[in-house]
């Protein structure tokens, strides 16, 4: 058995590779994707290991507050931001807009070479 263009074992692969494309392509678009998971409706916190139900007001103050501890304790370049190539424009420049001028640097990557 040679490895030619038409060989079986290419034709499995390129047969598995279409598979799997097909298969991203649906990604969380998908309808099995939406009508399969709960969404949460409400933000949880941990307290003492244990997850519980807050209002937005505390989740968000919680986070506001643990972004600033770690730059006030680690510097400005101790985060950043990982933005999808697939998002919209508007939601890459709110990224790119929240690293420059709340963070204080200018790390932000997005999934554009993988």
Request: with cysteine; net charge positive.
């Amino acid at each position: 058995m040679t490895d030619g263009p038409g060989s079986p074992p290419l034709r499995r692969a390129w047969r598995a590779r279409q598979r799997f494309d097909r298969l991203l392509r649906g990604g969380l678009q998908s309808k099995i994707v939406q009508t399969r998971y709960v969404r949460l409706t409400e933000p949880l916190v941990r307290e003492r290991g244990e997850l519980r139900r807050a209002t937005w007001d505390e989740a968000l103050d919680r986070a506001a507050a643990a972004f600033r501890k770690t730059l006030s304790e680690n510097g400005p370049d101790s985060s950043g931001i990982f933005s999808c190539s697939r998002a919209t424009n508007e939601v890459n420049f709110l990224a790119q807009k929240l690293a420059r001028v709340v963070f204080g640097n200018h790390n932000i990557d997005s999934c554009n070479r993988t």
